[in-house]
């Protein structure tokens, strides 16, 4: 079955560094990959997708992800973090190749930015 | 296009009633799916409806349920409601029709309130 762990519930970096939010996943077939990204009393806001057309993947507000199916992993990475990147980011992977409308999240990682 | 729409916004409930969510798709959208959001259990696939036909369903009690209509427009409805069902319950819409997995665009929640 598959399942997606994110390592570190709370991440804390200063304003300008690097962000480094963790997920692995476990599929035994080829995945299609997710995060979002949570503010307060929001719904999920869509931050990018993987769909196996490439390993590095660029989405909104300067976030991408790399693909690595050796390290069964989809870290999630922006080079200087901004205050209001502040908010819970949830990895998440689409059960079999098919479209069965079903999305498993991690637990969610909250990212907390300093001035 | 306007996006997902959800009412009411918060909900507050006794033990033992009934409620009933709403969710307004994405316009041409025509999957909806629902997910529960708690602290303890995170994000959890309540079930997904496709073409007014309940296509996937996750694990949870059959006091949950829901319907779609033939504008996509769908509704949840929780029945002889308990304390843990206190949760943000979020829809999200997506084509649907494809074979490959659609991004998933969420609505703000419903906040419900079980006292």
């Known amino acids: 079955a598959q399942s997606v762990t994110q390592l570190g519930s709370h991440v804390s970096v200063s304003e300008g560094a690097l962000v480094l939010l963790r997920c692995n996943y476990s599929s035994s077939v080829p995945p299609y990959l997710f995060w979002y990204v949570q503010y307060p009393n929001q719904g999920l806001q869509l931050l990018l997708k993987y769909t196996s057309a490439a390993t590095l993947v660029k989405g909104i507000n300067g976030f991408e992800a790399e693909f690595k199916k050796s390290e069964t992993s989809f870290h999630l990475t922006k080079p200087s973090a901004h205050m209001s990147d502040a908010a819970e980011y949830f990895c998440a992977v689409s059960p079999g190749s098919g479209n069965t409308g079903k999305l498993i999240f991690g637990q969610g990682t909250t990212l907390q930015v300093k001035p | 296009k306007a996006g997902v729409t959800q009412t009411p916004r918060y909900l507050i409930k006794t033990r033992g009633q009934q409620v009933t969510l709403s969710c307004s798709p994405i316009s041409g959208h025509r999957s909806v799916s629902w997910y529960q959001q708690t602290p303890g259990q995170g994000l959890q696939f309540l079930f997904e409806y496709f073409s007014e036909t309940q296509r996937n369903k996750g694990n949870f009690p059959g006091r949950f349920s829901g319907r779609q209509f033939s504008n996509s427009r769908s509704e949840m409805n929780v029945s002889t409601l308990e304390l843990g069902d206190s949760a943000l319950y979020l829809c999200?819409?997506?084509?649907?029709?494809?074979?490959?997995?659609?991004?998933?665009?969420f609505g703000p929640g419903t906040r419900l309130t079980v006292l």
């Open positions: 999200a819409s997506s084509e649907g029709t494809s074979l490959k997995v659609d991004t998933q665009y």
